[in-house]
């Protein structure tokens, strides 16, 4: 979706056009990249960085989402994190925002979470947490120096002065709901060019390990991979303790349920959910998903989209309440052939939030980096799979469901 502003200039006339007073300033001009899989919004990123379109370096991402996505791969080396070949093969929907602040385009990064997801604590207001990421010089990883569960449990953590050239960021941990959540991210669109980044499970969410594994099967992996945070975080004696403790634990379940060593007395119950038949290394990365809390599940009502709907379009209107604090990029992600955000109400939440975005970037770009996919009950083969259709087909499809939204 392409819009342009003004009356053509007259060949030879080298007066700047007169804009209608309605009409916004070519520097309200924003690009909105829509991708499938979280991840693949990093490589777009890099690729407008590349191009000189976004700014290199001290960047604010502000990220609405019902997740962090702040966890580390323990497959990239710190050495990699800035090669891009090497990086990109590692991602995943979970891991692909620290390289970007390792790499250091990211200097501050926002995450705005919805009311129901509540993975890292909120930060206090206008006290962000001043945070360092690098090397690990041990294991060569990428660690963080940051205390919380989130970041302990999944074994990220180094202090700052042990991690090798590290690199400063700010985090911000703010809820959508509250009232000074504005105040803090006007400031900080005014203080940063940033790139507005949305996944649309932060409307609504599903926890897609709950479909998977029964109520029974859940609940004695969410038992055996729960952590048990240090007592007294500032204190490296009881970090370090923690630490060790969480990496046998994790090794010790890891052993038993993917590479399939006997099962002992303490880790018996792992027989009930390893007899069912399920896939090894998906039990494991559903215990990986637990510190002191779980991944968020809410499936929102529709009076909840909407009210969703209006708290982020008015966040969006303060951070560009002036003229020229658009924006240098958006991007979107559905997060939906993963069910993270419910099937059934992603294309809808989608056109919300596109309408929304219409409201404030007049002149916007859309481009669509996913296949259209019919899911299962829509348009199922012989087989029951999901049937792509072409480029051609999808844009028409798209056409006709938005025309549909308009008029109902």
Not at 359 to 364: A, D, G, I, L, W
Not at 374 to 380: A, I, T
Request: charged share 25%; hydrophobic share 35%; glycine share 4%.
């Amino acid at each position: 979706m392409e819009r342009t502003a003004g009356p053509p200039v007259a060949q030879g006339d080298t007066r700047r056009p007169i804009l209608p007073q309605h009409f916004p300033s070519p520097d309200s001009r924003v690009t909105v990249n829509i991708v499938e899989d979280h991840d693949d919004a990093l490589q777009l990123i890099y690729r407008e960085i590349g191009a000189k379109r976004v700014p290199f370096s001290n960047l604010a991402l502000i990220h609405f989402d019902a997740h962090p996505d702040l966890m580390i791969s323990d497959k990239l080396q710190a050495d990699d994190a800035t090669n891009k070949s090497a990086l990109f093969d590692t991602l995943g929907i979970e891991n692909w925002i620290f390289p970007a602040v390792f790499a250091g385009h990211f200097s501050t990064v926002v995450w705005i979470r919805p009311a129901w997801a509540c993975q890292i604590p909120d930060t206090e207001p206008n006290n962000p947490l001043d945070l360092y990421i690098g090397k690990d010089p041990v294991s060569g990883l990428l660690k963080v120096s940051c205390l919380h569960d989130y970041f302990l449990s999944a074994l990220i953590y180094s202090p700052a002065e042990k991690l090798k050239n590290s690199v400063p960021f700010k985090l911000y941990v703010l809820n959508g709901t509250d009232d000074g959540t504005a105040a803090q991210l006007r400031q900080i669109t005014r203080e940063h060019k940033y790139i507005l980044d949305v996944d649309l499970d932060y409307f609504s969410c599903l926890n897609p390990f709950k479909k998977i594994f029964s109520s029974e099967e859940y609940e004695i992996i969410k038992n055996l991979y729960h952590f048990d945070p240090p007592k007294f975080k500032y204190e490296k004696r009881d970090v370090n303790f923690c630490l060790a403790r969480r990496r046998r634990q994790l090794r010790t379940l890891e052993d038993i349920i993917v590479k399939g060593t006997p099962i002992t007395d303490e880790y018996k119950k792992l027989a009930i959910v390893l007899d069912k038949g399920h896939d090894p290394e998906i039990i494991h990365n559903c215990g990986l998903t637990f510190d002191t809390t779980e991944l968020p599940h809410h499936k929102s009502s529709e009076l909840e989209i909407k009210t969703s709907m209006y708290e982020f379009s008015h966040l969006i209107a303060c951070a560009m309440s002036s003229p020229g604090f658009c924006p240098s990029l958006i991007t979107i992600a559905r997060s939906s052939l993963d069910e993270y955000c419910p099937k059934d109400q992603v294309d809808l939440i989608q056109f919300k939030v596109i309408e929304t975005f219409e409201e404030f970037y007049q002149m916007m770009s859309i481009i669509y980096h996913y296949e259209f996919v019919e899911y299962k009950g829509e348009n199922e083969d012989d087989d029951g799979q999901r049937t792509s259709l072409n480029q051609e087909e999808r844009l028409s499809d798209q056409m006709i469901f938005l025309n549909n939204l308009r008029t109902s």
